[in-house]
């Protein structure tokens, strides 16, 4: 399949390198480089309008213009090139209009959601904000189109405060979303019901047919994987069912995708077959396929996941409409471009990423293998379809997944194998379900069928996630890493398809580069380093040893390997050897002696000190033991009452003294 031929897959990559250009560069003029391009575009264009063959000259400045494109909608999207955001009229304390667009995964101290600001101090405004509320027995959910008046301060969203974790604040920059308000007295929030959004509407509906859900008396389990597979409301899935679903190379099921679009759409086709054939209209099918498809997605409540999905199949059934005879990946790259047109920011969303890679490489891996075997049996064919599509899919994914989630799960063909041809019934069961309870006609003989159905599901996924042997996980995986993967796997299948020896020049070549960067990066990752960590209400110390990692602690029975933020510091750090023992009160690093300070307040008098920790909050008198040890640092770390930190600080700028308290500062670093 030479689909790199194809101009929109051309048009495609440029975009996306404008995109990812902008996201690490947004403060250069794009809209000038876009403009200046377009004008030299129209001159080559008018000068050479009567040759056949252009010149690559003409090629190249036309890759410009779609490279500043991309750069351009992606700088607009963010807060110094809009006019009105919110950002220019803030001050210390303000009166904010608002509006709820989406309903977040509550923990168990907030209530989560994504804002639109209308307006600061009853100015008109834009933009989006996350808005954290506190839980208790009176505060009540908010749903979408809620509007809300809220006197409180902006403020950013915090980084993560230990190296190498999960950066919420830059996930939530990838949604748009840069500062955040927290309400923890409900008085200084007024809620007023909005008008009716086409979103609304949605949110609210997929509530009504959750709460008649409720009504059949499905498990609890149960019931969450019902709500994630037809409804894409994952939100109430318990975490340990979540991670086996992981473990088990399933967790495709229980996000509402091309998967599940695919499901849908085969059996529309299906049951819309007789009018079809009694019609013979093939195009007017296809219209109430998409207009079907896109009522799926209403009842998702608009999930962006399941809007970006259906359009990439409306534009597989668009081609059928209008009887173009294209190329599959072209049309998937088709949709790609104009959901990137619509919105830059989808390209840095997992989803997004692991669904268009996943289809590309079934696309174009599913009939090079099928040219080497296709059995004939039907049921054979069955099973070989669900094999390719499963190992192309695996293909397309494995280095990004690497990259995100650190593991493997080595029985992910068996899991597909056993779900997959399963699968579209349960979702038509579960449709079917849905739709009899919004009725109030729900057999209960079909509910408990269908809740022992999933049950089972659950029970097997459980029982492949066990087995432990075959799951591969704390897989160090970086992006260089991953960006070599890919070449590599391009440069292999580029081969066995063309057989072109130059490829195979490009491959060890690839082999080359991945073993250079893994040396350079067991280099990077091997430098020694003492990290006092940040955990409230727990104190822990980091010796890092080339890529061995020892854990000074207090609870001999408190196990952190597994936990954060030790898991993925070791596992970004590829540690290989990993110990831990008891804290000890006194050592030296470097030609540096720290000593630690407990809550009991002990430590040697008369005795000269680099650096002093204090932890668990310990009764002293500051000032003396400043005279008494004479540090040149003073560090506190997240065990430690905030109030005795406000006083330390205040103690040691007086004093002239460095002070690092790990709340403010994050993790503190002795290279």
């Not at 790199?4 to 250069?28: E, P």
């Not at 608002?98 to 977040?104: A, I, N, R, S, Y």
């Amino acid at each position: 399949m030479k689909f790199i031929n194809f101009s929109i897959v051309k048009f495609s990559f440029f975009l996306t390198v404008g995109i990812l250009v902008a996201h690490y560069k947004s403060s250069f003029e794009y809209g000038y480089l876009l403009i200046s391009s377009l004008i030299i575009l129209v001159i080559f264009w008018y000068t050479s309008r009567k040759i056949l063959i252009q010149k690559i000259y003409f090629g190249l400045i036309t890759y410009i213009c779609f490279f500043s494109l991309g750069a351009l909608l992606y700088q607009y999207k963010t807060p110094a090139f809009q006019y009105n955001h919110y950002s220019k009229k803030i001050t210390d304390h303000d009166l904010l209009y608002l509006k709820v667009t989406e309903v977040l995964k509550k923990d168990p101290y907030q209530f989560k959601y994504i804002v639109e600001v209308i307006s600061v101090h009853n100015m008109p405004s834009s933009g989006k904000l996350l808005l954290n509320i506190k839980r208790d027995t009176t505060t009540t959910e908010l749903n979408v189109d809620n509007l809300l008046i809220v006197n409180s301060s902006i403020k950013k969203i915090p980084a993560p405060l230990n190296p190498h974790q999960f950066d919420y604040s830059r996930y939530m920059k990838n949604l748009g979303v840069y500062d955040q308000i927290t309400v923890t007295n409900t008085n200084n929030l007024k809620k007023i019901k909005g008008l009716a959004t086409l979103r609304g509407r949605a949110s609210k509906l997929r509530n009504y047919l959750i709460e008649k859900l409720k009504q059949n008396h499905l498990s609890s389990d149960e019931l969450s994987i019902v709500k994630a597979l037809v409804l894409g409301e994952k939100r109430d899935i318990n975490k340990d069912l979540y991670s086996d679903y992981a473990a088990a190379g399933a967790i495709h099921i229980l996000a509402v995708s091309g998967l599940h679009t695919g499901i849908i759409y085969m059996i529309l086709l299906y049951i819309l077959s007789p009018i079809k054939r009694l019609l013979k209209n093939e195009k007017g099918i296809a219209v109430i396929i998409v207009i079907l498809l896109w009522g799926f997605t209403f009842l998702t409540g608009l999930s962006p996941s399941v809007i970006r999905t259906v359009t990439m199949f409306s534009f597989f059934a668009l081609a059928k409409i209008i009887n173009r005879d294209t190329n599959a990946t072209n049309t998937l790259f088709l949709s790609y471009f104009t959901l990137l047109i619509i919105n830059p920011n989808w390209l840095f969303h997992v989803g997004f990423q692991l669904s268009y890679l996943a289809v590309l490489f079934i696309l174009w891996l599913v009939p090079i293998w099928n040219k080497v075997y296709y059995p004939k049996h039907p049921f054979l064919k069955k099973i070989w379809n669900i094999i390719t599509v499963t190992l192309a899919a695996q293909v397309g994914i494995v280095p990004i997944s690497l990259f995100y989630f650190h593991q493997f799960p080595g029985l992910f063909l068996i899991t597909n194998l056993m779900v997959l041809p399963l699968i579209g019934f349960i979702l038509f069961l579960g449709i079917l379900l849905i739709l009899l309870s919004s009725f109030n006609m729900t057999p209960v003989w079909f509910a408990m069928a269908y809740n022992y159905l999933i049950k089972l599901l659950n029970s097997f996924i459980s029982w492949i996630a066990d087995q432990d042997f075959f799951l591969f996980q704390d897989i160090s995986f970086n992006f260089n890493e991953v960006f070599i993967a890919y070449l590599l796997i391009l440069m292999v299948l580029f081969y066995w398809k063309s057989k072109v020896q130059n490829i195979v020049v490009l491959t060890l070549l690839s082999f080359l580069v991945i073993f250079c960067s893994n040396l350079l990066q067991k280099y990077l990752h091997s430098k020694n380093e003492l990290i006092v960590f940040h955990k409230t209400r727990h104190s822990f110390i980091g010796n890092k040893i080339g890529h061995q990692l020892e854990i000074y602690k207090y609870d001999s029975l408190k196990k952190y390997k597994n936990s954060y933020p030790v898991k993925n510091y070791r596992i970004y750090l590829d540690i290989n050897e990993y110990s831990e023992k008891l804290m000890p009160l006194a050592f030296n690093y470097k030609n540096k002696k720290i000593i630690i300070i407990d809550s009991l307040g002990l430590y040697p008098k008369n005795y000269q000190v680099d650096i002093v920790l204090l932890v668990n909050s310990p009764r002293l008198n500051l000032n003396r033991m400043l005279d008494s040890l004479e540090p040149k640092f003073i560090v506190a770390d997240g065990n430690n009452y905030k109030s005795l930190i406000t006083l330390w600080r205040k103690s040691c700028i007086e004093r002239g003294i460095t002070f690092h308290s790990t709340y403010q500062k994050g993790a503190y670093h002795i290279r």
